[in-house]
């Protein structure tokens, strides 16, 4: 082959390359922003559901709660015993246990029945207040809810909040044990003693 040939061959590889090589001249105005609006259009979707999310984890706690308030109320008349809900609201928990009146010496100890830990409140959920018929109020501390085993638990009502705002309140009927959820800041009948 001749020196030529080589040349302009190696030539023409050169331009190839170069062309290869070169570097993107960027984006325009105009690209940037059909990415951003889509963008946008993205994020003004997802955010509703990124609040149903919340509102789930509110119900979800909401209906756990109202289904170990209903459970502790059958087992307190089966088991003859008085069971005990307490709301710890400074740190977001609730735990149960057990007084049996017919022991020689009652007290009350933890409930040791498989699936009865005590039950801390996922992050974004907390305990506002707890109201109970004949103590009122509770916004620090704890509050107790009894169920005795003649059949019947205090008059209660529980408030859950979450962080944007939204309030669940449980209601304990004292004489069927049914528990109540609404979606709404509700509270006590005038009718309710409280002190």
Do not use: Q, W
């Not at 919340?54 to 706690?61: C, D, F, Q, Y």
């Amino acid at each position: 082959m001749s020196s030529a040939r080589i040349g302009v061959a190696a030539a023409r590889t050169r331009a190839r390359l170069g062309r290869a090589m070169r570097t993107p001249r960027g984006f325009t105005m105009l690209e940037i922003a059909i990415v951003l609006f889509i963008m946008g259009l993205v994020i003004s979707m997802a955010l509703p559901r990124f609040a149903g999310i919340r509102s789930a984890h509110l119900k979800s706690e909401s209906r756990r709660l109202a289904g170990r308030a209903s459970y502790l109320y059958s087992r307190a008349m089966s088991d003859k015993v008085v069971l005990r809900l307490s709301f710890d609201i400074d740190s977001d928990s609730y735990a149960v246990s057990r007084l049996d009146p017919y022991s020689a010496k009652p007290v009350f100890a933890p409930d040791t029945e498989p699936g009865f830990k005590p039950v801390m409140l996922p992050a974004g959920v907390r305990l506002r207040d707890v109201i109970v018929e004949g103590t009122g109020a509770v916004t620090r501390g704890t509050a107790n809810c009894f169920f005795y085993p003649e059949g019947y638990v205090d008059a209660t009502f529980v408030h859950l909040i979450d962080d944007s705002g939204t309030v669940f309140t449980l209601s304990f009927n004292p004489l069927t044990g049914r528990v109540a959820i609404a979606d709404a800041d509700v509270g006590p009948s005038p009718t309710m003693v409280l002190r």
